[in-house]
């Protein structure tokens, strides 16, 4: 079946490095990604995975996959008080004729605080 | 480039009416999917529209329906309200509908139904 787990909350001091961690069950994922969600708005995407990649970096941003656990991680460097949000883990899932149906996570919520 | 744009952002209606959101996507992106947020069941996948053909449902009832219009723009209909289904509604467009085609997700439409 399809399931994606997070932890639900995570608490950084200002200027540490945060890491969020998601673990999936669907090993025929193709692309794995990462949404954050402030309050009252949508879901912001900041970065995805090619499952037959390993790590992928984005200035603060660094994605670890470990495909054999079925583990991503998500970690920001130098967090700031700006990014105190939800961050949701989403797996692709198999779906006749397309990929495009996405199984979230319930979501970490990170706070940062000086 | 402008975002997905969903209207209205606020609605309130009473059980037994019925209610139609609208959702823009990005210029360019031909495929619409709709996610409905809440706190207890966190994002559920409710279909997804490429070429004015839902190519994807997810496990609603069949008061939840949707179309899409040649211009790519999208319209999601609930009829017979429910006091459950007070939710985020969440458009997403990408370019394709392929796991390498990223969602691109509006703010929202917030439902209460009361």
């Known amino acids: 079946g399809e399931d994606v787990e997070q932890s639900l909350f995570l608490s950084v001091r200002e200027g540490d490095s945060s890491v969020i961690n998601c673990t999936y069950t669907?090993?025929?994922?193709?692309?794995l990604y990462w949404y954050k969600q402030e309050p009252g708005a949508g879901l912001q995407l900041l970065t995805y995975?090619?499952?037959?990649?390993d790590m992928k970096q984005d200035q603060r941003l660094t994605v670890l996959l470990n495909k054999k656990d079925k583990h991503l991680s998500l970690r920001i460097a130098d967090t700031q008080t700006g990014d105190s949000a939800i961050y949701f883990c989403?797996?692709?899932?198999?779906?006749?004729?397309?990929?495009?149906?996405?199984?979230f996570g319930a979501g970490t919520r990170l706070a940062v605080h000086p | 480039k402008a975002g997905v744009t969903q209207t209205p952002r606020y609605l309130i209606k009473t059980r037994g009416q019925q209610v139609t959101l609208s959702c823009s996507p990005i210029?360019?992106?031909?495929?619409v999917s709709w996610y409905q947020q809440t706190p207890g069941q966190g994002l559920q996948f409710l279909f997804e529209?490429?070429?004015?053909?839902?190519?994807n449902k997810g496990n609603f009832p069949g008061r939840f329906s949707g179309r899409q219009f040649s211009n790519s723009r999208s319209e999601m209909n609930v009829s017979t309200l429910e006091l459950g289904d007070s939710a985020l509604y969440l458009c997403?467009?990408?370019?394709?509908?392929?796991?390498?085609?990223?969602?691109?997700f509006g703010n929202g439409t917030r439902l209460t139904v009361t």
């Open positions: 529209y490429f070429s004015e053909t839902q190519r």
């Open positions: 210029s360019g992106h031909r495929s």
């Open positions: 989403a797996e692709t899932a198999m779906f006749s004729g397309g990929y495009n149906k996405l199984i």
């Open positions: 669907d090993s025929s994922s193709t692309y």
């Open positions: 995975i090619f499952s037959n990649m």
């Open positions: 997403a467009s990408s370019l394709g509908t392929g796991g390498g085609s990223p969602l691109h």
